[in-house]
């Protein structure tokens, strides 16, 4: 069974630039999470999808950062226009079911430099 | 509101000698508490996870936990520290009790080093 797949595994761009980050969850997964790590920092929850509905988003920074999965099978996570502060890692996750007693799958993560 | 504490960012330990890694809670119910691991490079795997069952978890990789109530804490242990468990390990808590029952609530992180 493939795991959640992330990429690009590292990105570096300009600040005010835009970036996309993929996330494939692992097949037949319906529930998938991001979860973001800035430098020196925990790692924070941003949101939880089921299938390709928004369950909450409450994590999310500002209005800068759009996910989406359309289909409800891959995910992405754009930030416009990036800034310094979201330099870090982030990680995506997927699960069968929604509480977190079944247990996550994690990615490798995308490790995102803005300059 | 929940939150969880390492309390050591790094811990140092020789190859063969016990690792211990401290991780104390504040949780308002009942909570579920987790270890996760991440080596370099690599995902974020989960070591074990305590979910009201018994108090001593035990996990892959000869690791385990105790949760102790009394003492909010669930502290990670394993009796030989190895080469290969050098890596960073996350204390993660949430509580099923919550409507925002799938949101993992993470400690910062410590980092173990393993002396040769």
Same mark, same amino acid.
């Given at each position: 069974e493939a795991g959640v797949t992330q990429f690009p595994s590292h990105s570096v761009i300009e600040k005010g630039q835009t970036v996309t980050l993929r996330c494939d969850p692992i097949?037949?997964?319906d529930n998938l999470y991001w979860y973001r790590r800035v430098m020196g920092k925990e790692i924070k929850f941003l949101l939880h999808f089921v299938k390709e509905s928004k369950?909450?988003?409450?994590?999310?920074?500002?209005?800068r950062f759009l996910a989406e999965r359309t289909g409800g099978t891959y995910s992405t996570l754009k930030v416009?226009?990036?800034?310094?502060?979201?330099s870090g890692v982030y990680f995506c996750a997927s699960s069968l079911?929604?509480?977190?007693?079944y247990g996550y799958t994690f990615g490798s993560g995308t490790r995102l430099t803005v300059v | 509101a929940q939150s969880v504490t390492q309390l050591d960012s790094h811990v140092s330990v020789s190859e063969g000698t016990p690792v211990l890694l401290r991780c104390n809670y504040s949780s308002s119910y009942s909570p579920s508490l987790f270890w996760y691991v991440q080596h370099p490079n690599k995902g974020l795997q989960l070591l074990l996870k305590y979910t %009201?069952?018994?108090t001593l978890v035990k996990g892959i990789n000869g690791f385990e936990a105790e949760f102790k109530k009394s003492e909010t804490s669930f502290h990670l242990t394993k009796p030989s520290a190895h080469m290969s468990d050098a890596a960073e390990y996350f204390c993660v808590v949430s509580d099923p009790?919550?409507? %925002?029952?799938?949101q993992l609530i993470w400690g910062a992180g410590t980092k173990l080093i393993i002396k040769p």
């Open positions: 097949s037949g997964h369950q909450d988003e409450s994590g999310m920074p500002n209005n416009q226009p990036a800034e310094l502060e979201d079911a929604g509480t977190v007693n | %009201s069952a018994a009790g919550m409507d %925002s029952n799938y």
